[in-house]
């Protein structure tokens, strides 16, 4: 029997950081009628989901939370992710986001209806929803992606992925797999390795791994501000402006990237004294190429007598273990996937057709790409949080805020024009598309050495912002009218 559809002014897609950030703005500004739909049992997104040992923020968490709940005591300045999903609960009451929440509800597919000017949405449990606005806050990296190794369902042990940690599975004594040495991988190795017989630490490349004391907010005149509750603004605001000299040094010290690998490599003959260790730990690309790796104890961690560091390319997974391109086998008990997500699949698995059937990822068969990251030509009322090219270098809850404010703003003008639907303007979606691109091509980044996350197969650059954090809030303070096609009603 098919269920009855119901009607809903604004439906919003995840309840993670940016969903939370997109329920308030649109409560602030009086709007109560609205809707999350969440696939999860908890609010949280990746904090939710990424429970592993020693799993933290990697930007401090004085910058790494809401400009307007600022009164959380955090225990330290890399917030734990206890204290982080603990912190997103206590936002969800006091905003009162929780009322608007709907748990257990992923969204599968929606499609535009162009004659009535609403969207249709179908959910896992056969569920139809229509709303005339639609707003995406499904996060980056919320898909985990492992390798298909020849094999991989033989083996008899537990294997996982580091976003779905197996809390039951005791690791103490046992040998241990670990594939890939990412952001996540440099967290919860070194509290693996401490309690294991021997870890096996697969990687593919090397990763440029720095101490927390380099990264912005970790000085000790930022901790003597934030005792402070009044001077908490300034102490965000000494961080902030932190990130953006990075973004400055990027563009006009571009040497300051030499000095950057020679200090990395001074740490690390300092570190690692066995020659055939530190050439596998030294990195063949520029710093700034990857994603910036922050720990104090990673070095420390491969040096230790029951870790060995392994680049030879995995075969195969065997019933027992791992088997190596040269033929070598390692038993192991249990293997751990620290190999990421798929950032750049923006949107999947969920379908999103717009204007003239068309579907998104048709659309986006060269890269995902979108105005300021938000809106889509071709998929009228239709917004997103943390959509392309807005992956920047710095809290990533600022660009949020930045983008459910301009979402907001957007639901404000259609209903001060009473149009039915806007469509940004193609014109203006290629400019700032090419703008952005052109920015990017002379970055690091978009090196073909460079093989990252950020890049799609094509090798462009879908994920990340090229600018000042700043630009982007400028980019989006408010809605500017005739970036858009306002459609139907009174308009
Ligand atoms: C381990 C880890 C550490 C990180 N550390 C930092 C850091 O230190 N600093 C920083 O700036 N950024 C960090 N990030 C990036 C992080 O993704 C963002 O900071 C932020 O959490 C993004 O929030 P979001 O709400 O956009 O996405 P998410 O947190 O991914 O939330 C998306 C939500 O949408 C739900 N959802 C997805 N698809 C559907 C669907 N079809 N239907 C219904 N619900 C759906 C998901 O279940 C999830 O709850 C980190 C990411 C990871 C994975």
């Given at each position: 029997?098919?269920?009855?559809?119901?009607?809903i002014?604004?439906?919003?897609?995840?309840?993670?950081?940016g969903?939370?950030?997109?329920a308030t703005?649109?409560?602030?500004?009086g709007?109560?009628?609205?809707?999350?739909?969440?696939r999860a049992?908890?609010?949280?997104?990746?904090w939710r989901?990424n429970?592993?040992?020693?799993?933290?923020?990697?930007?401090v968490?004085?910058i790494y939370?809401?400009?307007?709940?600022?009164?959380?005591?955090?225990?330290t300045?890399?917030?734990?992710?206890p204290e982080?999903l603990?912190y997103?609960?206590?936002?969800?009451?006091?905003?009162g986001v929780?009322a608007?929440?709907?748990?257990?509800?992923e969204?599968i597919?929606a499609?535009?209806?162009?004659?009535?000017a609403?969207?249709r949405?179908?959910?896992?449990?056969?569920?139809?929803?229509?709303t005339?606005v639609l707003?995406?806050?499904?996060?980056l990296?919320?898909r985990?992606?492992?390798?298909?190794?020849?094999?991989?369902?033989s083996?008899?042990g537990p294997q996982?992925?580091s976003?779905?940690?197996?809390?039951?599975?005791?690791?103490?004594?046992k040998?241990v797999?670990?594939?890939?040495n990412?952001?996540s991988a440099?967290q919860?190795?070194?509290?693996v390795?401490?309690?294991?017989?021997q870890l096996?630490?697969f990687?593919?490349?090397?990763?440029?791994?720095l101490?927390?004391?380099i990264?912005?907010?970790?000085?000790?005149?930022?901790?003597?501000?934030?005792?402070h509750?009044?001077l908490r603004?300034?102490?965000?605001l000494?961080?902030f402006?932190?990130f953006?000299k990075f973004?400055w040094?990027r563009?006009?010290?571009?040497?300051?990237?030499?000095k950057g690998?020679?200090g990395?490599?001074?740490?690390l003959?300092?570190?690692?004294?066995?020659?055939?260790?530190?050439?596998?730990?030294?990195?063949?690309f520029?710093i700034?190429?990857?994603?910036?790796?922050v720990?104090?104890e990673?070095?420390?961690t491969?040096?230790r007598?029951?870790?060995e560091?392994?680049?030879?390319?995995?075969?195969?997974v065997?019933e027992?273990?791992l088997?190596?391109?040269?033929?070598a086998e390692?038993?192991?008990?249990?293997?751990?996937y620290?190999?990421?997500?798929?950032?750049t699949e923006?949107l999947?698995?969920?379908?999103?057709?717009g204007?003239?059937?068309?579907d998104?990822?048709?659309a986006w068969?060269e890269g995902?790409?979108?105005?300021l990251?938000?809106?889509v030509?071709?998929f009228p009322?239709?917004?997103m949080?943390?959509?392309?090219?807005?992956?920047?270098?710095?809290?990533i809850?600022y660009m949020l805020e930045?983008?459910?404010?301009y979402?907001?703003?957007?639901?404000?003008a259609?209903?001060d024009?009473?149009a039915?639907?806007?469509?940004?303007?193609?014109?203006?979606?290629?400019s700032?598309?090419?703008?952005l691109?052109?920015r990017?091509?002379?970055t690091?980044?978009?090196?073909?050495?460079?093989?990252t996350?950020y890049?799609n197969?094509?090798?462009r650059?879908?994920?990340?912002?090229?600018g000042?954090?700043?630009?982007?809030?400028?980019r989006?303070r408010?809605?500017?009218t005739?970036d858009?096609?306002?459609?139907?009603?009174n308009?």
């Amino acid at each position: 029997m098919t269920q009855a559809t119901e009607r809903i002014p604004i439906v919003v897609i995840g309840a993670g950081f940016g969903g939370i950030a997109m329920a308030t703005a649109l409560r602030r500004m009086g709007e109560r009628d609205f809707v999350m739909l969440e696939r999860a049992a908890d609010v949280g997104g990746v904090w939710r989901d990424n429970s592993y040992p020693g799993a933290a923020c990697d930007v401090v968490s004085r910058i790494y939370s809401y400009s307007h709940d600022q009164d959380y005591e955090w225990s330290t300045i890399f917030a734990p992710q206890p204290e982080i999903l603990d912190y997103i609960h206590r936002v969800v009451e006091k905003q009162g986001v929780r009322a608007h929440i709907r748990f257990n509800t992923e969204v599968i597919s929606a499609r535009f209806d162009e004659d009535r000017a609403v969207w249709r949405i179908e959910t896992g449990s056969g569920g139809q929803i229509e709303t005339p606005v639609l707003i995406s806050a499904v996060g980056l990296f919320n898909r985990a992606k492992i390798p298909d190794f020849p094999g991989r369902d033989s083996f008899k042990g537990p294997q996982f992925h580091s976003s779905g940690w197996r809390h039951d599975v005791d690791l103490t004594g046992k040998t241990v797999a670990v594939i890939g040495n990412g952001a996540s991988a440099v967290q919860f190795v070194p509290k693996v390795a401490a309690k294991v017989k021997q870890l096996y630490l697969f990687q593919r490349t090397p990763q440029y791994v720095l101490p927390r004391t380099i990264f912005p907010g970790t000085r000790p005149l930022d901790a003597k501000l934030q005792r402070h509750r009044w001077l908490r603004g300034v102490a965000r605001l000494k961080i902030f402006l932190a990130f953006e000299k990075f973004v400055w040094r990027r563009k006009w010290r571009p040497n300051a990237r030499l000095k950057g690998e020679a200090g990395f490599r001074a740490m690390l003959a300092a570190k690692i004294p066995d020659p055939a260790l530190r050439a596998k730990l030294t990195p063949n690309f520029p710093i700034g190429c990857k994603r910036q790796l922050v720990s104090n104890e990673w070095f420390d961690t491969l040096i230790r007598p029951n870790v060995e560091v392994i680049d030879t390319p995995i075969a195969a997974v065997t019933e027992t273990g791992l088997r190596t391109k040269d033929g070598a086998e390692r038993r192991v008990d249990a293997i751990i996937y620290g190999t990421g997500f798929t950032p750049t699949e923006y949107l999947q698995p969920m379908t999103v057709t717009g204007l003239g059937g068309r579907d998104i990822n048709a659309a986006w068969r060269e890269g995902a790409e979108a105005y300021l990251g938000i809106t889509v030509t071709g998929f009228p009322n239709f917004f997103m949080l943390y959509g392309p090219n807005t992956n920047a270098i710095t809290s990533i809850i600022y660009m949020l805020e930045c983008q459910s404010r301009y979402i907001a703003d957007c639901v404000r003008a259609l209903r001060d024009r009473g149009a039915a639907y806007m469509n940004v303007r193609p014109e203006r979606q290629a400019s700032f598309v090419a703008m952005l691109q052109r920015r990017i091509a002379p970055t690091v980044q978009a090196m073909s050495i460079c093989l990252t996350y950020y890049k799609n197969e094509f090798g462009r650059v879908t994920t990340n912002w090229p600018g000042y954090a700043f630009e982007y809030r400028w980019r989006t303070r408010g809605v500017r009218t005739r970036d858009y096609e306002f459609v139907g009603r009174n308009s």
